[in-house]
C-alpha cells in the first residue's frame, strides 16, 4: 500500500505549459559559452551545467560559473517566454488540488525571471506552495537537489509526494528522490524515451493528474 499523496511537485515548460525552448540552437551556444569558460562538457543543457558544476565545486567558482553562464540560460528561457502557452486545465487542477488540501510545488530547470512571467502570465503563481527555479539550485534535474528543496518547503515525505513532468530528466530527479512520478505525453520527451526508465504513469491530460491522488 502507497502512503496517500499529500504534495504534488510539477515540472514547468512541457508540463504546465507547452515546450518552447529551440533545444539545438540553445544547446550549441550553450556548449561553446562552457568552452571559454573552459569546462569542455557535452549533453543537455542540463547535463552540461550539472559536469561543469560537479568540477567547479567551490562556491566560488560556482558563482563565477553562473554569471557567465546563466545570462546565456536566461535568453533562452526569455525567447521560450515569447511563445509559452498554457497546458489545458493548468490552473483548474491546482485550484482542485488546494480544494481537496493537497499542496502544490514546481522544481524547473527555468531561471526565475521567465518562470515568475510566465507563472503571473498564466494565473499559476498563487496556487503554488513552492517555487524553485535555476536560480535556487546549483545542480539542475535530473540532479535531485530542487526536488529535495521542494518537500523541505512542504514539510512532505517522499513517499507522500508525486512528482508530475514530461522529461526523462524529471523521472530520474523523482526516483533518485524517493518520489513517484508521472510524465505527460507531448512535453520534452518522446514516450519511447521512457522504455528504459518508464514512469509510475504516462497521462494524456493534466487533469488525469486528480484522479492518481
Not at 490552473?91 to 512571467?117: K, M, P, W, Y
Not at 518547503?153 to 518520489?179: C, M, Y
Not at 508521472?182 to 486528480?210: K, M, N, S, Y
Request: net charge neutral; hydrophobic share 50%; glycine share 6%.
Amino acid at each position: 500500500m502507497h502512503a496517500p499523496i499529500r504534495t504534488v511537485i510539477f515540472d514547468f515548460e512541457g508540463t504546465l505549459v507547452d515546450f518552447q525552448w529551440r533545444l539545438a540552437e540553445a544547446e550549441a551556444e550553450l556548449r561553446a559559452a562552457f568552452a571559454q569558460q573552459g569546462y569542455a562538457v557535452e549533453g543537455n543543457y542540463a547535463r552540461m551545467w550539472n559536469l561543469a558544476a560537479d568540477r567547479a565545486m567551490a562556491p566560488d567558482r560556482i558563482d563565477a560559473l553562473r554569471r557567465a553562464l546563466y545570462p546565456v540560460y536566461d535568453r533562452w528561457d526569455g525567447d521560450a517566454l515569447t511563445r509559452w502557452s498554457a497546458r489545458a486545465g493548468a490552473a483548474a487542477l491546482l485550484q482542485r488540488l488546494a480544494e481537496r488540501g493537497v499542496a502544490a510545488a514546481l522544481v524547473s530547470n527555468i531561471g526565475r525571471t521567465a518562470l515568475d512571467a510566465a507563472l503571473v502570465r498564466f494565473g499559476l503563481r498563487d496556487r503554488l506552495r513552492r517555487v524553485v527555479s535555476r536560480d535556487d539550485v546549483t545542480r539542475l534535474k535530473p540532479h535531485p537537489q530542487g526536488v529535495a528543496i521542494a518537500l523541505a518547503a512542504t514539510n512532505t515525505p517522499p513517499d507522500q509526494a508525486l512528482f508530475v513532468g514530461d522529461s526523462l530528466a524529471d523521472v530520474h530527479a523523482a526516483r533518485a528522490a524517493g518520489l513517484r512520478v508521472a510524465i505527460i505525453r507531448g512535453g520534452e520527451a518522446p514516450e519511447t524515451d521512457f522504455v528504459a526508465a518508464p514512469p509510475d504513469w504516462l497521462i494524456t491530460r493534466l487533469d488525469e493528474v486528480a484522479g492518481l491522488i
